[in-house]
């Protein structure tokens, strides 16, 4: 009787994508799944692009699974072939947190989410400027986008090495975004709240720029979407600098938790906790 009761409540999700096997998210839903002593589990699925369509709509077909991330290189093909997709996903061309519901796969994307609640669980009042300046253009940086211009944010400045996909943001997201190459920076920071790095500089230590960001409000925030090294070397020079920063790694924990509620049925907490065992493996593989 125990064993079918387990079996009945048992859920199981995965994470998708090529490579995957340095996904940190079975880290995080595992640690989860523990946590709050939920029988199920969370495994990574190798899927190459070509195979992404056939994997997708197998889960439909009753499979083990309830749902699921998805990440690189599958995150616009998920959003297409979703049955469904919330607003967030539409607008944004890529999803990253699928399930079932009533036997149709849903698609909605948990960066932006996550992008706000690393901010406002280490920066409360963040939003309360009125620019905002985003370095970067890529997929990243369409999240981040949205979730501040969704907070009201009046100006939102996006400056990126090539113009063009500025633009692009720009025309997509709506008339408050405004796009420039990066030889604006100096003079869009002048007054900003909010800086964002959405660009992969500074990443495994990798080259970054200088930057002076005492142009920015007095109060500003510097924050980088990339979290290796967890101290990038913009974060570095706005503390030198005396600006208040947030690392990236709070995003990638925040972004899990409204998936991990959709299929095991309990919205997790972020915690310290979780932040040292995710910075353990970041050590390990360092
Ligand atoms: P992407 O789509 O490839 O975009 C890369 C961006 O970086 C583009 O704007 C690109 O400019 C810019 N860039 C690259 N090299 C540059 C250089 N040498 N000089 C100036 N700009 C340069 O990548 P993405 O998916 O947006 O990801 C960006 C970073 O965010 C990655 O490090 C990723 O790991 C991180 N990320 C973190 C989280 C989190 O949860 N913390 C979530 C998502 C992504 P061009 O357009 O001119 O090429």
């Avoid at 990798?206 to 925030?221: I, K, P, R, W, Y």
């Avoid at 919205?267 to 910075?279: A, F």
Wanted: proline letters at 4%; one cysteine or more.
């Amino acid at each position: 009787m125990a064993d079918s009761r387990e079996t009945e409540l048992r859920r199981d999700a995965f994470v998708t994508g090529w490579p995957i096997k340095h996904s940190r998210s079975p880290i995080i839903h595992n640690h989860w799944l523990a946590r709050y002593g939920l029988p199920g589990s969370y495994r990574a699925e190798a899927v190459q692009a070509d195979d992404f369509a056939a994997f997708f709509s197998a889960l439909k077909e009753g499979g083990p699974y309830r749902g699921g991330n998805v990440t690189i290189p599958h995150k616009e093909a998920a959003c297409r072939l979703a049955d469904r997709r919330d607003d967030i996903a539409e607008e944004l061309g890529a999803a990253n947190t699928v399930w079932l519901e009533d036997g149709r796969l849903t698609a909605t994307n948990t960066d932006p989410f996550g992008f706000t609640a690393n901010l406002n669980q280490q920066h409360p009042g963040w939003e309360r400027t009125a620019r905002v300046v985003i370095l970067g253009a890529g997929g990243a940086s369409r999240a981040v986008i949205q979730a501040v211009r969704d907070r009201g944010i009046g100006e939102i400045h996006v400056v990126n090495r090539t113009v063009s996909r500025a633009r692009e943001l720009a025309d997509r997201f709506g008339a408050r975004i405004h796009a420039h190459g990066l030889e604006a920076l100096p003079e869009v920071m002048q007054g900003a709240g909010l800086f964002v790095n959405t660009t992969s500089l500074g990443m495994d230590g990798g080259e970054a720029m200088e930057l002076n960001f005492t142009a920015l409000s007095s109060n500003a925030v510097v924050t980088d979407l990339v979290y290796v090294p967890l101290v990038t070397p913009l974060l570095q020079q706005a503390h030198d600098q005396g600006l208040a920063t947030v690392d990236g790694l709070g995003m990638l924990l925040h972004q899990a938790a409204p998936g991990f509620e959709k299929w095991f049925g309990i919205r997790p907490s972020v915690d310290e906790d979780l932040r040292r065992l995710v910075i353990a493996d970041m050590e390990r593989h360092a």
